[in-house]
């Protein structure tokens, strides 16, 4: 069951741009705890003005209209080619909650036949969110604590970023998703073409260190700049850590973000690690609130008889 039939959905998808820019100018008073939702819309609008969202949608309450200076419910959906999960983020303005809860409850648009990654859920959105969980039928949904960092987008056009002796900087292409997923402790089925499919759509946004002598190779140092408008995977190769180059490509993702597009900066840390941590701190990011991913699996069906 997706929603409650023959009730009026409290959901409704935003198709022209100017229904969109309405809902980023709500989410934008409440920055920065609304940051990962607004740069995930902003950043599916840029895919649709490129003509490559058809497996995007976006979502906001009815009873908001397009209004500019109330609450903001969102849910954004994005299916992603094979990967397993259906991505979904979500967030409310509503210290109430009341929006948000309706939409849990009764929207068709929340793909709850199938398994959905919601993905960085502030802490006022979690508890709404677990309710709705396990009264779809999953009491054990996998859980993935972070913090939510930040940095303006001000702070992040002044950032300077030296040059290494022997490495240059570069964009990652979509054949540097293998490298990218080998990397993730959370890989599976289709995240390597998620992967591609986000280097693709966002050109430039993702960056490596590479050898000067072989700079087709594989980077020695990357960072993804993901689909949520954000940084994502930062990796660094044993034999080049401890020199600084995962802060330097930070560092230089993340002013781009702010220079060609014009957002503030956020990533996630899974806490402990300490490293990440000290590394976000020298660039100038601040810890924000707590989120979580939600990895939500459907009840079995039961067997026809």
């Known amino acids: 069951m997706a929603g409650t039939p023959g009730t009026a959905d409290p959901l409704r998808e935003l198709v022209a741009d100017a229904e969109i820019e309405s809902l980023l100018k709500a989410l934008g008073r409440d920055l920065p705890h609304s940051v990962h939702v607004y740069n995930r819309v902003a950043t599916q609008q840029r895919w649709r003005r490129q003509g490559e969202a ?35 983020a979500l967030h409310s303005t509503d210290p109430g909650g009341g ?43 996998r859980l993935v604590r972070t913090h939510k960092m930040y940095l303006s987008k001000e702070a992040a056009l002044e950032l300077d970023v030296r040059s290494v002796p022997g490495l240059r900087m570069g964009e990652l292409q979509p054949h540097h998703a293998a490298a990218v997923n080998d990397s993730w402790a959370y890989k599976s089925t289709g995240t390597e073409d998620m992967f591609a499919s986000a280097i693709r759509r966002n050109p430039g946004l993702s960056l490596g260190l590479f050898r000067e002598e072989d700079p087709a190779g594989e980077p020695v140092a990357f960072v993804l700049g993901a689909w949520y408008g954000g940084l994502g995977i930062l990796y660094t190769h044993d034999a080049y850590r401890r020199r600084g180059l995962g802060e330097l490509v930070t560092r230089a993702a993340s002013r781009t973000l702010a220079a060609r597009h014009g957002l503030h900066v956020h990533c996630n840390i899974v806490y402990p690690n300490p490293a990440s941590e000290a590394t976000l701190a020298k660039v100038g990011f601040r810890r924000v609130c707590e989120c979580t991913w939600v990895h939500y699996t459907p009840p079995p069906r039961p067997r026809s008889a």
């Open 54 to 88: 058809a497996d995007v949608a976006i979502y906001r309450a009815v009873e908001e209209g397009d209004a500019t200076d109330g609450n903001a419910t969102v849910v954004s959906v994005w299916r992603v080619g094979t990967v397993e999960e259906v991505s979904v």
């Open 99 to 141: 929006a948000l809860r309706a939409a849990l409850a009764r929207s068709v648009h929340i793909p709850w036949a199938e398994r959905i990654n919601f993905e960085s859920v502030h802490e006022r959105c979690l508890l709404d969110l677990l309710a709705a969980v396990q009264a779809r039928g999953d009491d054990l949904p």
